[in-house]
């Protein structure tokens, strides 16, 4: 079964891009052929996947040609990463001129379906903007023209938090917004991250709250690993995290997680 899942959560410094890139990884390393889409304004996935250039957006706004995206082999699988946006604060100026322009919405467009014809693919991990929302004209673009290439795609959405009671309850308030305003596809998971030691009971019970709260299916515990901490080698070298590993081999062996998993070991 193909899958897109977009990681997501209420604020930066979570570890959402590592845990992408992580993902991506870990996908790969089985075999299959992974879509990592980084549409974070820091652009952190792309820059570690060696994309210097103007991302996918800006470089329609400036008329210019870019390489925005890479493509490479990691173990028995694929990963093209494509850089949607990722250079700075032009992010919700450049979306605007694109919804508003229908020259630059039809290059956008045809660069984007060139991409995604190019490299077929398996799965596809999103990576995010804190508290992005479906009704963000950035989400709107990119899922809309993604959907028209791939209309049967399922999308899945997992939300990451820190382990404070602050940032567990931060999130929870932007779940309940963020499904609000979309129709596609649905939330299956909460995962705390960057769990210290010594704290792993109060973020079990942080985790049980979280799962009541929104009756997902899915739970994901995360200890701090320092390994990929303010990681800033290339991807392809980037240790996998053993529990995100343990999530991609739940993706891949069950999809539609219809019963309750806690990935814990």
Same mark, same amino acid.
């Given at each position: @079964?193909?899958?897109?899942?977009? !990681?997501?959560?209420?604020? $930066? $410094?979570?570890?959402?891009? +590592? !845990?992408? @890139?992580?993902?991506? /990884?870990? /996908?790969?390393?089985?075999?299959?052929?992974? =879509?990592?889409?980084?549409?974070?304004?820091?652009?952190?996935?792309?820059?570690?996947?060696? !994309?210097?250039? /103007?991302? /996918? =957006?800006?470089?329609?706004?400036? $008329?210019? *040609?870019?390489?925005?995206? *890479?493509?490479?082999?990691?173990?028995?699988?694929?990963?093209?990463?494509?850089? !949607? +946006? $990722?250079?700075?604060?032009r992010y919700d100026s450049d979306v605007k001129r694109v919804m508003n322009e229908p020259e630059l919405r039809t290059r956008f467009s045809n660069l984007y379906t060139n991409v995604l014809k190019s490299y077929p693919h398996d799965y596809v991990i999103v990576d995010n903007a804190s508290l992005i929302t479906f009704d963000h004209d950035m989400v709107r673009l990119e899922t809309t023209e993604y959907l028209k290439n791939y209309p049967n795609m399922p999308v899945r959405r997992i939300y990451v938090s820190n382990n404070s009671k602050l940032a567990v309850? *931060? +999130? =929870?308030?932007?779940?309940?917004?963020? *499904?609000?305003? +979309?129709?596609?596809?649905?939330?299956?998971?909460?995962?705390?991250? @960057?769990i210290a030691p010594g704290m792993e009971s109060y973020a079990e019970s942080l985790l049980d709250k979280a799962l009541k709260a929104t009756n997902f299916n899915l739970g994901i515990l995360i200890p701090f690993f320092e390994e990929v901490f303010q990681y800033a080698d290339e991807m392809i070298n980037m240790p996998i995290i053993p529990r995100v590993r343990r999530l991609a081999e739940l993706i891949v062996s069950n999809p539609s997680l219809d019963t309750k998993i806690i990935l814990d070991k």
């Amino acid at each position: @079964m193909k899958l897109r899942v977009s !990681i997501q959560s209420a604020k $930066g $410094g979570v570890g959402k891009s +590592t !845990i992408s @890139m992580n993902l991506s /990884l870990a /996908l790969a390393e089985r075999g299959f052929r992974v =879509l990592l889409l980084d549409r974070d304004n820091v652009g952190y996935s792309s820059r570690l996947a060696g !994309i210097e250039d /103007l991302g /996918l =957006l800006s470089s329609v706004v400036d $008329g210019v *040609e870019s390489r925005f995206f *890479e493509h490479f082999k990691f173990k028995k699988g694929f990963i093209t990463v494509v850089k !949607i +946006t $990722g250079d700075g604060p032009r992010y919700d100026s450049d979306v605007k001129r694109v919804m508003n322009e229908p020259e630059l919405r039809t290059r956008f467009s045809n660069l984007y379906t060139n991409v995604l014809k190019s490299y077929p693919h398996d799965y596809v991990i999103v990576d995010n903007a804190s508290l992005i929302t479906f009704d963000h004209d950035m989400v709107r673009l990119e899922t809309t023209e993604y959907l028209k290439n791939y209309p049967n795609m399922p999308v899945r959405r997992i939300y990451v938090s820190n382990n404070s009671k602050l940032a567990v309850d *931060e +999130t =929870l308030a932007y779940i309940s917004n963020a *499904e609000s305003k +979309t129709t596609v596809g649905k939330a299956i998971g909460f995962c705390i991250n @960057m769990i210290a030691p010594g704290m792993e009971s109060y973020a079990e019970s942080l985790l049980d709250k979280a799962l009541k709260a929104t009756n997902f299916n899915l739970g994901i515990l995360i200890p701090f690993f320092e390994e990929v901490f303010q990681y800033a080698d290339e991807m392809i070298n980037m240790p996998i995290i053993p529990r995100v590993r343990r999530l991609a081999e739940l993706i891949v062996s069950n999809p539609s997680l219809d019963t309750k998993i806690i990935l814990d070991k």
